[in-house]
């Protein structure tokens, strides 16, 4: 079966990786699979592919009998990844061997109106907690926060010099 120019596999390529990206399987470090099948250029092993290469890791270890710190070297892994890996596949299966997408790092949610509307509704009534507040917001903004972000986000700005 012919392959195809080198453009149409090169842009079958990046098709992939948009694919991979968008299902957060995209190996962030592709360039330390050292492991021969990955290496090799092959179409099948794709170094790209974490789930893919995570499987081979677990098998290697599992059915041939790999040492576990040699397996996750060669497939970019520390040891203590290689464990989180096999414990994840063991309770979930294939989709256990994706990367976890990372929850917000910021109360994103707490915009600078919400702040203000915090701040003025506690500045009314200055005993109201973080429950009230919570639904206020959704009464007066249709926001929904929940109170241990209201509680988190408020603390932080008092402890950054923001009145509140």
Same mark, same amino acid.
């Given at each position: /079966? $012919?392959?195809?120019?080198?453009?149409?596999?090169? +842009?079958?390529?990046?098709?992939? $990786?948009? %694919?991979?990206?968008? #299902?957060?399987? =995209?190996?962030?470090?592709?360039?330390?699979?050292a492991d021969a099948a990955f290496v090799g250029g092959g179409d099948f092993f794709d170094p790209r592919d974490v789930v893919q290469v995570k @499987?081979? /890791?677990?098998?290697?270890? +599992?059915?041939?009998? *790999? %040492?576990? &710190?040699?397996?996750?070297? $060669?497939?970019?892994?520390? !040891?203590?990844?290689? @464990? *989180? %890996? !096999?414990?994840?596949?063991?309770?979930?299966? =294939?989709?256990? #061997?994706?990367? *976890?997408?990372?929850?917000?790092?910021?109360a994103h949610k707490l915009t600078e109106v919400v702040v203000a509307f915090l701040q003025q509704t506690l500045a009314q009534e200055p005993g109201?907690? $973080?429950?009230?507040?919570? !639904?206020?917001?959704?009464?007066?903004?249709?926001?929904?926060?929940?109170?241990? &972000?209201?509680?988190?986000? /408020?603390?932080?700005?008092?402890?950054?010099?923001?009145?509140?």
């Amino acid at each position: /079966m $012919a392959r195809g120019s080198s453009r149409e596999r090169g +842009r079958l390529g990046e098709d992939k $990786a948009a %694919a991979l990206r968008a #299902l957060h399987a =995209l190996n962030p470090h592709p360039e330390a699979v050292a492991d021969a099948a990955f290496v090799g250029g092959g179409d099948f092993f794709d170094p790209r592919d974490v789930v893919q290469v995570k @499987y081979e /890791m677990l098998r290697r270890v +599992r059915a041939e009998g *790999q %040492a576990v &710190t040699q397996a996750a070297a $060669a497939f970019g892994f520390s !040891r203590p990844a290689f @464990y *989180q %890996a !096999r414990q994840s596949f063991k309770a979930e299966g =294939l989709p256990g #061997l994706l990367r *976890q997408r990372p929850g917000p790092r910021r109360a994103h949610k707490l915009t600078e109106v919400v702040v203000a509307f915090l701040q003025q509704t506690l500045a009314q009534e200055p005993g109201l907690g $973080a429950r009230e507040l919570a !639904r206020r917001l959704q009464a007066g903004l249709e926001v929904s926060v929940h109170p241990r &972000t209201i509680e988190r986000g /408020m603390a932080q700005r008092q402890k950054r010099g923001h009145r509140s």
